[in-house]
């Protein structure tokens, strides 16, 4: 098995817990170096997973690789990511706004798109209870981008 085969295998794994923990020290790791980037193409494809969960952590994932983006290949998965501001599970659309301020730290130049997404997102489609929780986290991440913004 290759290290990319093993990689996606583990953080698909059918034991949730097992397999979240191995996302979290990918992530932890991912802050310390590049070493998972080249694997950016496999955590963006776990986006369109249908399981939620799996889509939770390839969130966590990509946002913290998003620093060690040279190559700008965010530009191109960016709108792949963004389609989970409004992800039919609402936990893992708060984990994508949640997440967003990290990759507008990362990557100044892709600011403007995740604002006008978080701007017009439709939370109508979320329960009454969830609704006002993804909007708290709406105007958080706008919160923290803008001030982001003062710094550059």
């Given at each position: 098995m290759t290290d990319q085969e093993e990689l996606l295998e583990r953080l698909t794994d059918k034991d949730a817990k097992s397999a979240c923990a191995y996302a979290d020290k990918l992530a932890a790791e991912s802050r310390e170096s590049d070493r998972f980037y080249p694997y950016l193409d496999d955590f963006a494809a776990l986006l369109h997973?249908?399981?939620?969960?799996?889509?939770?952590?390839?969130?966590?994932?990509?946002?913290?690789?998003?620093?060690?983006?040279?190559?700008?290949?965010?530009?191109?998965?960016?709108d792949d990511f963004l389609a989970h501001v409004t992800d039919e599970k609402p936990i893992t659309a708060r984990q994508c706004i949640q997440a967003l301020p990290e990759i507008a730290a990362a990557k100044p130049s892709l600011i403007s798109r995740i604002r006008a997404v978080l701007e017009n997102a439709d939370l109508s489609g979320y329960r009454d209870?969830?609704?006002?929780?993804?909007?708290?986290?709406?105007?958080?991440?706008?919160?923290?981008?803008?001030?982001?913004?003062?710094?550059i």
């Open positions: 997973h249908r399981n939620s969960l799996v889509r939770n952590r390839a969130i966590s994932i990509l946002a913290v690789n998003a620093r060690w983006d040279s190559e700008n290949r965010y530009d191109a998965l960016i209870s969830m609704r006002p929780l993804i909007l708290k986290d709406i105007v958080s991440a706008l919160q923290k981008i803008a001030e982001q913004e003062k710094k």
